[in-house]
């Protein structure tokens, strides 16, 4: 798969990418390999293992990762705009330096992921186990943790605006919005974001 892949790339890497160039790797191993720097736009990963993965500095802008298993993945520096991937499980996975806006991640396992410094505008973390999980100098935009679990998680430094409510009830749910999760973040080395409060009726 990997070489027929590599094989079917256009010499000129500014080419368009094309159907035919889009890496297909739905519901395929590829635990431990290293595609590091490469291109991967529009790469269809859905419930594939990529576990351990070494992908630092890849261009996977619009890739499908719904239900791919990313554990201990290393995606540092990784271009994961506009990604599609709902449900997917990336315990202890690195994001740090990584571009993540208009992401959905909604439902996903990041339980003890690093995503320092990581441009999350707009990014859907609907759902998401970000428990002791490093957000550390993160970049907020509008980003969505609506019913996020963020106990031990570290958001010292990060900064822009978020919407709750988030969970960061240790044993039980404890579900804290408005001034309270504002408080929060302040509490926790994070003075610089804001709490967006979506007022209804």
């Not at 992908?55 to 520096?77: H, K, P």
């Not at 707009?122 to 970049?139: I, K, M, N, P, W």
């Amino acid at each position: 798969m990997l070489t027929d892949y590599l094989q079917g790339l256009p010499p000129d890497p500014g080419a368009e990418q094309t159907a035919s160039s889009l890496l297909h790797g739905y519901g395929l191993d590829f635990t431990g390999a290293d595609l590091s720097g490469l291109d991967l736009l529009g790469a269809e990963f859905s419930g594939a293992t990529l576990t351990r993965m070494l992908l630092v500095g890849v261009d996977l802008y619009t890739a499908w990762l719904a239900g791919a298993q990313l554990s201990q993945a290393d995606l540092s520096g990784a271009d994961l705009r506009k990604v599609q991937a709902r449900g997917c499980h990336a315990r202890s996975a690195k994001l740090c330096g990584a571009q993540l806006q208009r992401a959905d991640f909604s439902e996903s396992d990041l339980f003890g992921a690093d995503l320092s410094g990581a441009r999350l505008r707009r990014t859907s973390f609907y759902g998401v186990d970000l428990r002791q999980a490093v957000l550390h100098e993160c970049v907020f935009g509008k980003t969505w943790f609506s019913g996020a679990r963020m106990a031990g998680c570290d958001v010292s430094g990060c900064s822009g605006s978020v919407t709750g409510p988030v969970d960061i009830g240790v044993d039980s749910p404890r579900l804290l919005d408005g001034p309270e999760l504002l408080d929060w973040f302040t509490s926790n080395g994070a003075p610089d974001v804001e709490v967006e409060v979506h007022q209804t009726g």
